[in-house]
Nanobody, 123 residues
Framework: RVDLVESGGGSVEAGGSLRLSCVAS????????MSWYRQRPGKEREFVSG????????TYADSVKGRFIISQDNAKKAVYLQMNNLSADDTAMYYC????????????????WGQGTQVTVSS
């Protein structure tokens, strides 16, 4: 079992920035491929960004490319999301997720979610 705790959400004006953090605990001694999702009011949960821990490859939804930056600290089992030039459209609950647990070079599919952190952007 892996527990995820997100932090860093809050209220900000349009054009501002926030940095979300997500720390994993309770899991095996390994590292994780992780991602960020969000759920905007009245919408389905959607992918925002992901990172592969072994190679550092990063992916982004088109809506956040050029504004959001994902990073990871494997030693701390943490993933971060730097969000810049925020707009009201970015208002959502943001969730981090463990996609794969990497043990001795083997990727084991996972589906661990955090409780979410709220981001509210006022225009």
């Amino acid at each position: 079992r892996v527990d995820l705790v997100e932090s860093g959400g809050g209220s900000v004006e349009a054009g501002g920035s926030l940095r979300l953090s997500c720390v994993a605990s309770g899991g095996p001694k390994s590292h994780y491929d992780m991602s960020w999702y969000r759920q905007r009011p009245g919408k389905e949960r959607e992918f925002v960004s992901g990172i592969l821990s072994d190679v550092g490859r990063k992916t982004y939804a088109d809506s956040v490319k050029g504004r959001f930056i994902i990073s990871q600290d494997n030693a701390k089992k943490a993933v971060y999301l730097q969000m810049n030039n925020l707009s009201a459209d970015d208002t959502a609950m943001y969730y981090c997720k463990v996609d794969y647990v990497i043990v001795d070079g083997t990727s084991i599919p996972a589906n661990y979610w955090g409780q979410g952190t709220q981001v509210t952007v006022s225009s």
